[in-house]
């Protein structure tokens, strides 16, 4: 598992016009192959009547598999262009269709290029980029007296909160990035003063936006 990547949002959709063609570019996550396969189906089924459904996608920690479809626009002016975004922009496990209808201008294969490209990186501005992190998620119980001063610590900290379960005691979890564990455990044991039972958890990534 890859220590920390970068991929879309989630879905996400965002329309531009060039020389009266409408290009519109859709987004999603996929984690196979399948999954960007379906996606692609979907996105063609639902315009159906367009001029040109073009796709592109990356799947895997090291980009093991990645497929451009320029459906019909000559070739290597739409779905090369929009890979080489996915690929700038550092994302993994991305699938992205950009669904032209033509405008009765025809744009060249520069301008075919630029377009897609255009369609593409502004789409994904819309839809946002989310950094995913690996994390250990660690469950730690406190009495109910410890619970204001530890919850404003950890949120001040590089520590995340993902859940926080009221019973006989508190329990809270705590996304701590992997090299950190050992941190954090003498971390809230000197915040604690030794008052927590803490369990190491599985490992999960923490999403956090970033800005493009």
């Not at 920690?61 to 929009?82: R, W, Y």
């Not at 090299?179 to 003063?193: A, F, P, R, S």
Request: net charge negative; hydrophobic share 35%; with cysteine.
């Amino acid at each position: 598992m890859l220590s920390q990547y970068l991929t879309v949002k989630g879905y996400g959709e965002h329309e531009i016009i060039i020389q009266k063609s409408r290009f519109i570019a859709y987004f999603n996550r996929a984690t196979t192959e399948n999954e960007a396969q379906n996606f692609i189906q979907e996105i063609k089924k639902k315009h159906w009547d367009a001029t040109h459904n073009c796709s592109a996608y990356l799947i895997g920690e090291n980009d093991l598999i990645q497929k451009a479809n320029d459906d019909g626009e000559p070739s290597g002016t739409a779905g090369v262009p929009m890979l080489e975004v996915l690929k700038k922009k550092g994302l993994k496990d991305t699938v992205v269709v950009v669904t032209r209808y033509f405008g009765g201008i025809k744009l060249g294969a520069g301008g075919l290029i630029r377009a897609y490209g255009k369609a593409v990186s502004e789409g994904l501005s819309e839809t946002g980029i989310v950094q995913l992190t690996l994390t250990r998620l660690m469950h730690t119980s406190i009495d109910y007296t410890l619970l204001g001063k530890v919850e404003n610590e950890i949120r001040s900290s590089n520590f995340s909160i993902k859940d926080i379960q009221y019973s006989d005691s508190v329990q809270l979890d705590i996304l701590v990035e992997e090299e950190q564990v050992e941190d954090y455990l003498n971390w809230i044991i000197e915040l604690t003063q030794g008052k927590n039972t803490t369990k190491e958890g599985i490992l999960m990534y923490r999403e956090q936006q970033v800005v493009i």
